[in-house]
Structures are given as structure tokens and as C-alpha cells.
């Protein structure tokens, strides 16, 4: 298997614009994650899906992120407008079953607003 | 809330021994697990402990007491290649996602 495949792997955008980072998970993967990294907040959860249904979304900043997961192998995190403060490093992981023991990331997206 | 604590820097030499602390506050708990990131990296799995006791992988052992709220990750027979951030992170509960520490920082010098 690949692993879990992102694209893109980086992205330079103007404020304003909108993003869309993509995602497929390993393939059998019930459960899959978007993490946001940055220096200052360390990897933070966004979302959590299980059988392609949200599970967690609690980590979500703000209404500008939303997050889609219309099949079991294809997920998209989409920021609408960008603002510079989203910049940062978007991984997304999925593991095999419902808990998540054992989590596979992928390479991530490292997104620049600028 | 839920708060893990773990050193944000520690440095060794090669051949030498490293125990990385974790320490944990959450609402509830089902297991604490161990990343590896290098840099420009994505993080990869290291180990999972679910109970008390030790799980060894190799070089890499991972240690948890659910009584203490901790946990240490511990390397031996370091190698130049070790050099990369570890972080702990936890499950609080069945069917959750891992909540991340901020990282351990661990350079490995000749």
C-alpha cells in the first residue's frame, strides 16, 4: 500500500482565497484524521471521521474550515477564505479500526497565506 | 481539559540512553502512545501501551502506570538517526482521536 496520500504537498496562497487540501487514507482504514501543525500549538486535532461519518469536530477553528468525507477512499479540508494565521503544516492520518492505536499519516500539506 | 506534559529538549550521545517523560491530565483514559517525527516529516508510530507494564520494540521500550498519570518512552543504544522530535499523545476514551503533547525535542551527537 502507498499509505495515506496528500495532496498537495505544498500550497502558497493569497489571503482571501480559498484552499482545499486532499486526502486518501490507507485503504480498509475505518477512521481517519485531519491534524494541524504548527510551532506555537504543537499538532492539533480538527476532525475525526469513522466510516466516513464525523465523528469529532470539535477541533475545527471557525467557521472558515469545513471538512468532507464523501467516500471511504477521498477526504478534503477546505478553508474558505484563508486567512495568513491558517498557515501551517496539515496532516491528515487514518488508522484501521474505530481507536485510534495506531494512527499512519500522511506527508502532510504545508500551507502558506500570504 | 486535557494537558500532556514532556520535556521540550534533551540531548545525548550515541550509544547512550535517553528516557523521555510524559505526564498526563485528561477526562478519562484508554491509552497513551508514542510518535516519532523527524524533521520536515510526518510523525509515525512508535508504540501503544494500554496497560501498566512495559512494551518493548527493539531498541525502543515504552513504559505506562495509569495510576501515575505517566508514562516514559526509552531509547537505548542511541543512533545519529534518532535525532527527531517524540510525542506522547492520548486516548481518553474508546473511539476517540489521540491528543497530542508538544513534542520532545532529542539530538543525538557523536
Known amino acids: 500500500d502507498a499509505g495515506v496520500i496528500q495532496s498537495p504537498r505544498h500550497e502558497v496562497t493569497e489571503m482571501g482565497q480559498e484552499v482545499t487540501l486532499r486526502c486518501k487514507p490507507i485503504?480498509?482504514?475505518?477512521?481517519l484524521f485531519w491534524y494541524r501543525q504548527t510551532m506555537m500549538r504543537g499538532l492539533e486535532l480538527l476532525i475525526y471521521?469513522?466510516?466516513?461519518?464525523?465523528?469529532?469536530d470539535s477541533g475545527m477553528p471557525e467557521d472558515r474550515f469545513s471538512a468532507k468525507m464523501p467516500n471511504a477512499s477521498f477526504s478534503t479540508l477546505k478553508i474558505q477564505p484563508s486567512e495568513p494565521r491558517d498557515s501551517a503544516v496539515y496532516f491528515c492520518?487514518?488508522?484501521?479500526?474505530?481507536?485510534?492505536?495506531?494512527?499512519?499519516f500522511g506527508q502532510g500539506t504545508r500551507l502558506t497565506v500570504v | 481539559g486535557q494537558s500532556l506534559e514532556q520535556p521540550s529538549e534533551v540531548t545525548a550521545v550515541e550509544g547512550a540512553i535517553v528516557q523521555i517523560n510524559c505526564t498526563y491530565q485528561?477526562?478519562?483514559?484508554?491509552?497513551l502512545s508514542w510518535y516519532q517525527q523527524h524533521d520536515g516529516g510526518a510523525p509515525t508510530f512508535l508504540s501503544y501501551?494500554?496497560?501498566?507494564g512495559l512494551e518493548e520494540t527493539g531498541r525502543f521500550s515504552s513504559f505506562l502506570s495509569r495510576s501515575d498519570s505517566y508514562g516514559y518512552l526509552l531509547l537505548q543504544e542511541l543512533q545519529m538517526k534518532d535525532s527527531a522530535s517524540y510525542f506522547c499523545?492520548?486516548?481518553?476514551?474508546?473511539?476517540?482521536?489521540?491528543?497530542f503533547g508538544k513534542g520532545t525535542t532529542l539530538s543525538v551527537s557523536s
Open positions: 492520518a487514518s488508522s484501521p479500526g474505530r481507536d485510534q492505536t495506531e494512527a499512519f
Open positions: 485503504s480498509g482504514h475505518n477512521s
Open positions: 471521521f469513522n466510516n466516513n461519518v464525523p465523528i469529532d
Open positions: 485528561t477526562s478519562g483514559f484508554y491509552g
Open positions: 501501551n494500554g496497560l501498566d
Open positions: 499523545a492520548v486516548l481518553h476514551q474508546a473511539g476517540t482521536a489521540l491528543i
